[in-house]
């Protein structure tokens, strides 16, 4: 009986993957669970699985990095909200990626593709290949406020959003701005705290108070803010677990 751990740090999530592998492929032991990257390497020694399903955002460690600990007679299934490590996953063994929201119709494309696979050992090494390069992320920036430059931290920016020739820069204790467009700030920022919400606008994750739902529109409210920031169709997905 093949053994599979699970890595995925949203509790519902985790629980719904297990529910679908439980219908779809009912020979298939969940061996345990992870919730964080450190967890998954300790599991990883003690199950040695036959699957690893891995989700590439979580703490601790990423998944890719705990891809790195998978024994090479491992198969891996990402399971991620992120599309952009795709290629290299596959180019480097993977046997599946799956970008979430997880489907029971997807999930049995997986797990015909897993139970017919051969089981030959991954050669050593290619799960190095998906680490990326070092980015440095951007740490503060100088924004002009009326006659005076402010040096501001990222950190303390609540959202950014275009304004013409510019992009507003918004912190709790005032606004001001910069020439850089958001197409070329999006790069260098950090994702693990700012994301895009907008064409028009990047919002950081530790600002948001709520999300507010009506219909099929989502509007992002702050903290300590009135503003409502909407979030486009194309952005909504990042979203809908919270």
Do not use: C
Request: net charge neutral; no cysteine; hydrophobic share 45%.
């Amino acid at each position: 009986m093949p053994v599979a751990l699970i890595v995925e740090d949203e509790p519902l999530l985790m629980a719904e993957l297990r529910d679908q592998l439980a219908t779809l492929w009912p020979e298939l032991s969940i061996g345990g669970h992870a919730e964080n990257g450190v967890e998954a390497v300790s599991l990883l020694e003690a199950l040695k699985p036959d699957v690893v399903f891995l989700d590439i955002q979580i703490p601790g460690l990423t998944g890719i990095e705990v891809a790195r600990h998978v024994g090479e007679h491992a198969q891996i299934v990402f399971v991620t909200a992120y599309a952009e490590h795709a290629v290299q996953a596959f180019e480097a063994g993977a046997v599946d990626y799956i970008v979430k929201p997880v489907t029971a119709a997807r999930l049995l494309q997986t797990v015909k593709r897993l139970k017919t696979r051969s089981t030959a050992p991954v050669p050593a090494g290619v799960w190095q290949q998906l680490a990326p390069a070092p980015v440095q992320r951007l740490k503060w920036i100088k924004a002009s406020a009326g006659n005076t430059v402010r040096l501001v931290m990222v950190r303390d920016v609540q959202f950014f959003q275009s304004d013409g020739k510019y992009t507003r820069v918004v912190t709790s204790d005032g606004e001001a701005l910069i020439r850089l467009p958001l197409k070329s700030l999006i790069e260098q920022l950090d994702p693990a705290q700012f994301t895009q919400i907008h064409r028009g606008a990047i919002v950081n994750l530790e600002a948001i108070d709520r999300i507010e739902r009506d219909g099929t529109s989502m509007e992002i409210r702050l903290k300590g803010r009135t503003d409502k920031l909407g979030v486009s169709d194309a952005y909504t997905r990042q979203f809908r677990q919270m």
